[in-house]
């Protein structure tokens, strides 16, 4: 997988394996799935959500859980994980931004 930092639904279909109207059906299921839009109402996904999409398919898939279990699961892990994260320092978070930024533009043009 090419690293960028957003991605296209489309891209992001492709590197999952599922359909993109599978990828906004879990959108409506999964609160912490929650890719932004861009000014063409395209969504637009972080690594971070396109790991979220696999760990989702892995559970449903191939663990054979209910989307209720999954979700269960996953709302147990993330709010442990999301504790144990601590803030990024100001300059870092300032610099990633800005590549954020510039990719979305790069996207709009």
Do not use: C
């Amino acid at each position: 997988m090419q690293e960028k930092l957003f991605y296209k639904i489309g891209e992001v279909s492709q590197i999952t394996g599922l359909e993109a109207y599978v990828l906004r059906f879990w959108e409506s299921e999964f609160p912490a799935l929650h890719p932004k839009k861009s000014r063409g109402n395209q969504r637009v996904y972080t690594k971070r959500e396109i790991d979220l999409v696999l760990q989702i398919k892995k559970l449903l898939y191939e663990e054979g859980m209910t989307i209720a279990g999954a979700k269960k699961k996953l709302g147990g892990s993330q709010v442990r994980s999301g504790q144990a994260m601590q803030a990024p320092r100001r300059e870092e978070t300032l610099i990633r931004v800005r590549r954020e930024l510039e990719e979305v533009l790069h996207i709009l043009s």
